[in-house]
Structures are given as C-alpha cells and as structure tokens.
C-alpha cells in the first residue's frame, strides 16, 4: 500500500523508457485501500508513446483500489499515461481520481456488472488540448483509434463535444466485462472556448467504434448519447456499457447533435464488374427512404434512384444498390435520408474506383479446420492485400499477396489463429474483391 499525506508529489516518468510503478496487495488485507492520497496528494504520469506507454499498475485490487482526500489524484493527460487496473474476474468497483493539468478532481466511476473470461486488466488515460483555450476543435487532438469528429451531415462536430477524451481500455479479456460507467466533467471544457454551442443539460456519453467494419461514434437506445446529466454535480452516470460494445475512446457530447450514429457503415464494392453500394442502420426513427446521390468531384451530388426505408425501428437494417450506369473515373456516392415529414439528412461520402472487369474471380475454400486456400484468376498483375476479421470487425492477420495474371493459389497459415468464426477480404486498390466466412478449429 502507497499512503502519503505531502502537500504534492510528483512522478516524472522518462520519456525513453518504459517505466512502471506496479503496486501488488496481500489479500490477507482487503480491507484497506492500495493507493491513499490524502491532503492534496498528487501522482502525475508524464511522457509516455505508443511504443513505450508510461504505467501506474494496481495488482489484484481491495475492495477499495484507491482511497483519497480533499483534491487529491492522479494526473494522466495524455493517451499513454496510464493507470493499468488488473481487474481480473472481480466485480470491483474502482474510482479513478483523474486530475486535469490544473489540478481540478474529475472522478471517473467504473463498476463491473458482469465479469470477463481471463485475467484482463483496464486501462484509464485521457486526451486533451495541448492548451484549453485554444482546445475547440478536438479533430486536433484525437485518441489513435478515432478516426473522426463527424457528425450526420456535418464535417466537424467539435462545437458540440466537450473538449476532453477519455481512454477506458480494456485488455487481455476473451470477453470483456459489462460494465457502468459515471463520468465527472469540467464547465470550462465545455462553456468557456470561443466556438463551442453546448447547452450542459443536454450532455450525454458516447463511445468510438474502432472495429474495422465501423470505425463510427455510437450512442445508445435510440442512439441519443447515454447517461443521466446532473449539472449541479457536473456527472453523467448511469452509462451501460455491454461486453461485445465495450470500446476504448469516449467523450461527452450535447445529445441535440450526437455524433455520427445513424449510420452503421456505407462502403462500394465492384461485383461481377459493378459497383455495389451497401449500408446498414442500427436503429431508424420515421424513415421514408434513402436517396442514392453520385458525383465526380465529390462537393457537388446528382440523386440517381431512391431505396425504402425501414420506417421506425430499433433493430439492424441491410441495404444494397447497384449502379446501373458505370463510370470510368472516381465517383463519390452519398446517402441521403428523407424522414416522413420530408426532412432530409445528408450521410456519409464514399468513393468508388472504377468496375473494369480487371478483377477477375475469386475463389476461398475452408474445410472446417485451419488450412484457407485462396484461388484467384486475375486479369491483371496485382500487388493484392489479404485481410481476416474477427466477428468484431478486428483484423487479427493481414498480408500482401503478389497477384499474377492468370490463375493463382495462396495457401494462409492461421495455426495461430484461436478457434471460432472469422471473415477473409481480398482488397486491390481499396476495393473489396470478396469478403467470405471461415471456420477456424483444430484439425
């Protein structure tokens, strides 16, 4: 157990080397805490990369991980300053004592209502601006797995997002545990930066999808952001977090504008030399039907045809087009959506290559066991990529294959691929030539 009483403690940690403080407790004496800041205490976690994260570690947790008192805490503001928590199995409740730059307390709830498989552990860190007054526009600043700020019809919803990022990572798990999370906020992350149009009763939670097929931000229910908002306390709590959704990079945001949430993903694919286009919804409110716009410059959209809608629903929604008129150059595509009062949103832009008929055919074959054969017979040379996912979306292999033209056989090694279902793509020149479900098991 680390006790101390100073006024101030300071860890610096060398940006060069991978440096941890791991703190491990009997547990002959669960009754205490394992880390107590009392009186203004403060641990502050500096340097740290993606290649060398800097780690403050609590081993097999009490009851109570951290203790503290008056403003006491840990500063980590930066996305490899971190605070490892080796939960394990257990349904501790841990507090995390995040402290900003200036030393204002922002405490972070996270309570386990379902355990993991494996002895995973969660990692606390933050994003912020290199300096809040000039910390509006958070596309700036974002943590490594998000990839926008986007919002439905809109570039760069930073106005609308709180200027923070907060990193709850959990590892090591084959399945993540469920949890409930209470955010603590800051008012001058949110009221002072000139831009910024949030109204503070409307914050709630949302989460980045960092999944391969999605790479989105989400929301909950009918995907407004989540949490109940108490201004006086500066807290959003009560965030339901499940297993299967429980992903790294978080924010606070107005629910008046959420960030993209509708949409679940929107991509083109060449299939027997046509350009596809196939998107899918997680939940509909009032929607009448999509309208398929095209364009050559991808700033001005002609609509092309039109797709139903689902009406209102709350379950997952699939939709495919294909392009009857093939284009010889980039074409962008854009999903618009009409509700039933005639309301239109503009969705997300993508861009297609041409369909020239330069793939060929693509052949996987998989017998049950971990021996994928690839035949591909290409009308080009080709330097292809090979991509397999996990149901999650996750690549867990990747390898570039050099494609001749003619007839060619790839053999995958994926010995050390753990048992399940899995998702091989072919891809030439960011096009998907195919995507096919495996079975992976022992022989």
């Given amino acids: 157990m680390l006790t101390t009483n100073s006024k101030y403690i300071m860890y610096k940690l060398n940006l060069r080397f991978a440096f941890f403080v791991v703190l491990s407790f009997s547990q002959a004496m669960t009754s205490f805490s394992q880390l107590v800041l009392n009186s203004g205490a403060v641990v502050k976690l500096n340097g740290g990369t993606s290649g060398s994260p800097i780690y403050f570690i609590l081993n097999t947790p009490p009851a109570t991980p951290i203790s503290t008192s008056g403003t006491s805490g840990i500063v980590m503001e930066a996305e490899y300053n971190v605070l490892k928590y080796n939960l394990g199995t257990a349904l501790t409740a841990i507090t995390v004592p995040y402290l900003s730059n200036n030393l204002e307390l922002i405490p972070l709830t996270l309570s386990p209502s379902a355990v993991g498989v494996g002895s995973g552990n969660i990692n606390f860190s933050a994003v912020i601006p290199a300096s809040r007054a000039t910390g509006f526009d958070n596309d700036g600043y974002k943590p490594s797995d998000v990839t926008n700020m986007g919002s439905v019809g809109i570039t760069n919803n930073s106005d609308k997002t709180i200027d923070r990022f907060w990193i709850i990572d959990a590892n090591g798990y084959s399945t993540k545990p469920a949890v409930t999370l209470d955010f603590t906020y800051i008012d001058a992350e949110w009221a002072t930066n000139t831009g910024n149009t949030i109204t503070e009763a409307n914050l709630g939670a949302q989460r980045f999808n960092n999944t391969v097929t999605i790479r989105d931000w989400e929301g909950f229910g009918a995907f407004a952001p989540a949490g109940t908002i108490n201004t006086a306390a500066n807290t959003v709590s009560g965030v339901s977090v499940s297993a299967a959704n429980f992903y790294r990079s978080w924010t606070l945001n107005d629910r008046t504008v959420p960030l993209p949430i509708e949409l679940i993903n929107f991509e ?14 997680a939940t509909e409110t009032n929607n009448r039907y999509f309208t398929i716009a095209q364009s050559t410059d991808g700033i001005n959209f002609t609509p092309i045809d039109i797709v139903n809608g689902s009406g209102t629903s709350s379950q997952k929604h699939c939709y495919q087009y294909t392009v009857q008129a093939q284009q010889d150059a980039t074409t962008y595509y854009q999903l618009w959506q009409t509700d039933v009062d005639q309301t239109v949103k503009k969705l997300k832009i993508i861009s297609a290559q041409p369909c020239d008929g330069k793939t060929g055919n693509v052949t996987i074959t998989n017998d049950g066991t971990k021996q994928v054969t690839l035949f591909l017979n290409s009308l080009i040379d080709s330097n292809d990529e090979v991509e397999v996912h996990n149901t999650l979306g996750q690549i867990v292999m990747e390898q570039t294959i050099s494609t001749q033209k003619g007839s060619n056989q790839f053999n995958l090694n ?13 891809i030439r020149n960011n096009q998907s030539l195919t995507s096919k479900k495996i079975i ?4």
């Fill in 414 to 426: 994926l010995s050390y691929i753990c048992n399940g279902i899995y998702y091989v793509s072919i």
């Fill in 268 to 281: 083109a694919n060449c299939v027997n030399n046509k350009t596809v286009l196939s998107w899918c919804t």
């Fill in 440 to 443: 992976i098991a022992d022989n």
